[in-house]
């Protein structure tokens, strides 16, 4: 069982007391956070969902999970990030093993090391191809 697990930051604020308060993807929100998190970047917190353990940049050579288009629920690495424009979003270049593709931001979510060698091994055990 996973004593963490990585969730992305979709929103970010300052409240009361100077703190700064974040909202993940999957709903929750935390104000102990460090100052230095950004939207698109990843928290790893506590499996019960309590506290924040560590910060995981959204920054080249970090690891993503594909959570849409063409190459989702694959882990890659971050080979660059193009800023985005008023008429296109920010892009990723991504990098698997001999494969490179692109994608936009919002399809990925930064995760660590340990939790992408878990998510490979589930994918070659699967009827995915």
Not at 118 to 126: D, E, L, T, V
């Amino acid at each position: 069982v996973a004593q963490q697990r990585p969730v992305k930051v979709v929103h970010k604020v300052r409240v009361k007391g100077n703190a700064i308060q974040i909202q993940t993807h999957d709903g929750k929100t935390y104000t102990k956070t460090p100052e230095n998190v950004r939207v698109g970047d990843s928290v790893l917190v506590k499996a019960d969902g309590t506290a924040i353990n560590e910060h995981l940049p959204f920054a080249k050579g970090s690891h993503v999970l594909i959570t849409g288009g063409l190459h989702v629920g694959e882990v890659a690495k971050i080979a660059s990030i193009l800023e985005g424009t008023m008429k296109r979003s920010i892009l990723v270049n991504l990098i698997e093993g001999e494969s490179k593709f692109q994608t936009t931001a919002i399809n990925v979510m930064v995760i660590d090391a340990p939790t992408g060698e878990w998510i490979k091994s589930m994918m070659k055990g699967s009827v995915f191809p």
